[in-house]
């Protein structure tokens, strides 16, 4: 089938490009009021739940997917060590509001610059080593962050072992018209009561809601500040570093800086993330930020599509979810029960990876791109299309044929000797036949 193609510049490419947008942003918009009421789908003998907290949750990571992304899929760094940052930032957030006394978003102002400055110092040894040993390396920041947050003499700070409470909530502001949004969302024919029920909001499933549009709001400031980067001269000397790093020394890159400021920016964005899931649970441990966490963030950035900006959205919900959804899983036809206890999430997950490594080697974003590519095809404006550019080509061959044999006698005769000059001589020399 022949993809349309639409030209740039028109209201078709208009539409194109923004309605897709604007789904995304009401669906944004309404999946909290619907995962307040825990939504649940049954298959087989198995009841999937989908609640607003594991969303919270998948949000947080989102961010925590894109700044590993900024560093291995547009950077070329491989680095499993992301959770350290995200570990620094839940926990520096947590004290400084528990302990403290300080609002969840005056702890950015420590956090940002910290992980900023950790990430550039952990960025320093990776000028020196690459590739697998970089891997290891920065995965044992991951594996010794839970020994130091369970030192003795860090404990009146981190909680030890026992992890940190957050006993200051985010509860919603009554001038916020939720609950009126909600109830607006109810009354929409045929899908409202299915989807919101009467569109009532308890005050835990309210804090919820709210809590959810301030995650939001970070992570959309973050996808923001991440795109404005990929797409500033920076971004460009960064991908060039990925795709060829002595091309881009050779072009006046300064190799050493910009890979440790992309340590950098990836190590702010993990502390935002960790801030982030302070905020979403209200709790930090030592285990959440170990080694296991390392290895979802890696999972989640190719399950989404490295390289890629939105694959993040699809990695942050992948590695909440899936390992959810498969824990909830009652029986298998022809699977022994005693197979479906333990981390089947976890076993999952790793499936899911091996599948889409042979299947979408690109990830999720990468094989949408691909299907949208067969069904629409975008070119410049006044550029023709496939079919109109085969019927041009056609109507001009007609066109040239009658030319040349209405006028035959002005052309030479094919064993005309006649010299060619030296200027066209020298013109031709090198040019395809």
């Known amino acids: 089938m022949e993809p349309r193609t639409i030209h740039e510049g028109t209201t078709a490419h208009k539409v194109y490009r923004w309605v897709p947008w604007a789904l995304f942003a009401l669906l944004a918009l309404a999946v909290p009021f619907a995962a307040a009421h825990t939504p649940a789908f049954s298959l087989g003998q198995s009841t999937f739940t989908f609640s607003l907290g594991n969303l919270n949750h998948a949000v947080a990571y989102m961010v925590g997917v894109l700044g590993l992304g900024l560093l291995v899929g547009y950077n070329g760094q491989i680095s499993l060590g992301n959770s350290f940052?995200?570990?620094i930032g839940g926990y520096l957030t947590a004290t400084l509001v528990a302990d403290?006394?300080?609002s969840y978003f005056a702890t950015l102002l420590v956090v940002l610059?910290?992980?900023?400055?950790?990430?550039?110092?952990?960025?320093?040894?990776?000028?020196?080593?690459?590739?697998?040993?970089?891997?290891?390396?920065?995965?044992?920041?991951?594996a010794v962050f839970p020994s130091i947050v369970r030192m003795e003499q860090l404990r009146d700070r981190t909680g030890g072992a026992n992890g940190k409470r957050i006993s200051?909530?985010?509860?919603?502001?009554?001038?916020?018209?939720?609950?009126?949004?909600?109830?607006?969302?109810?009354?929409?024919?045929?899908?409202?009561?299915?989807?919101?029920?009467?569109?009532?909001?308890?005050?835990?499933?309210?804090?919820?809601?709210?809590?959810?549009?301030?995650l939001a709001l970070m992570a959309a400031a973050a996808f923001w500040v991440a795109r404005n980067l990929i797409y500033s001269r920076p971004g460009r000397s960064i991908i060039a570093i990925?795709?060829?790093?002595?091309?881009?020394?050779?072009?006046?890159?300064?190799?050493?800086?910009?890979k440790t400021l992309t340590f950098g920016v990836s190590a702010a964005l993990g502390g935002l993330s960790g801030t982030?899931?302070?905020?979403?649970?209200?709790?930090?441990?030592?285990?959440?930020f170990g080694i296991n966490l390392a290895i979802f963030l890696i999972v989640g950035l190719v399950v989404g599509g490295v390289g890629t900006l939105s694959g993040a959205v699809i990695g942050g919900l992948v590695i909440v979810f899936v390992p959810v959804w498969m824990s909830q899983i009652e029986s298998v036809p022809g699977v022994p029960d005693r197979f479906l206890r333990g981390p089947t999430g976890v076993f999952f997950l790793g499936l899911l990876l091996i599948v889409l490594t042979f299947f979408l080697p690109g990830g999720v974003v990468y094989g949408v791109r691909k299907i949208r590519a067969r069904l629409v095809r975008v070119v410049p404006r006044g550029t023709l299309g496939q079919g109109e550019a085969v019927a041009e080509a056609s109507g001009d061959s007609a066109a040239g044929m009658l030319s040349r044999r209405g006028a035959h006698h002005d052309l030479p005769e094919p064993d005309d000797d006649r010299p060619v000059s030296a200027s066209a001589q020298q013109t031709n020399q090198g040019e395809p036949t």
């Open 85 to 87: 940052f995200m570990g």
């Open 100 to 102: 403290d006394g300080w």
């Open 113 to 142: 610059p910290v992980c900023f400055v950790v990430g550039m110092l952990v960025g320093l040894p990776a000028l020196r080593i690459k590739g697998l040993y970089l891997a290891l390396t920065t995965l044992g920041l991951a």
């Open 168 to 214: 200051e909530g985010l509860e919603a502001p009554s001038w916020v018209p939720l609950e009126d949004l909600s109830e607006a969302l109810a009354a929409i024919p045929v899908i409202g009561e299915w989807a919101f029920h009467d569109g009532r909001l308890g005050g835990r499933a309210l804090d919820g809601v709210w809590i959810y549009f301030l």
């Open 242 to 258: 990925r795709d060829n790093e002595t091309g881009a020394a050779i072009n006046g890159v300064n190799v050493p800086m910009t």
């Open 276 to 288: 982030m899931y302070a905020m979403a649970i209200q709790f930090v441990a030592p285990d959440v």
